[in-house]
Nanobody
Framework: QVKLVESGGDSVQAGGSLRLSCVASTYVYFGLCMAWFRQAPGKEREGVARFSGPGGSPYYSGSVQGRFTISRDNAKKTLYLQMNSLKPEDSGMYYC?????????????????WGQGTQVTVSP
């Protein structure tokens, strides 16, 4: 199966930047959909950024559009999330997700594999 390990979360001040990484352990990485989700205390898990399909174009939630950038390095089997101009409302646990599909689901329920999460805290 697929094992995902996130890293890069930290505590920063508003306006700062962070880069999250997700390393995938799999033999079928090139056929995987991959995405980033986040969950703040007391709130449901929400999509942050994903690819429309394996090797497809990126999609971003409206709240992070223009500030976050999702990318992947197939050689390293790693997914990244560059987060700029961070706001306090960006705080939460960030999760990497993956599944073998030609169409990447927009909601958490459609994803098969998940990482353990990495904490992001943005202070005002």
């Amino acid at each position: 199966q697929v094992k995902l390990v996130e890293s890069g979360g930290d505590s920063v001040q508003a306006g700062g930047s962070l880069r999250l990484s997700c390393v995938a352990s799999t033999y079928v990485y090139f056929g995987l959909c991959m995405a980033w989700f986040r969950q703040a205390p007391g709130k449901e898990r929400e999509g942050v950024a994903r690819f429309s399909g394996p090797g497809g174009s990126p999609y971003y939630s409206g709240s992070v559009q223009g500030r976050f950038t999702i990318s992947r390095d197939n050689a390293k089997k790693t997914l990244y999330l560059q987060m700029n101009s961070l706001k306090p409302e960006d705080s939460g646990m960030y999760y990497c997700a993956a599944q073998p599909s030609v169409s990447c689901p927009p909601t958490p329920s459609g994803w098969l594999y998940w990482g353990q999460g990495t904490q992001v805290t943005v202070s005002p």
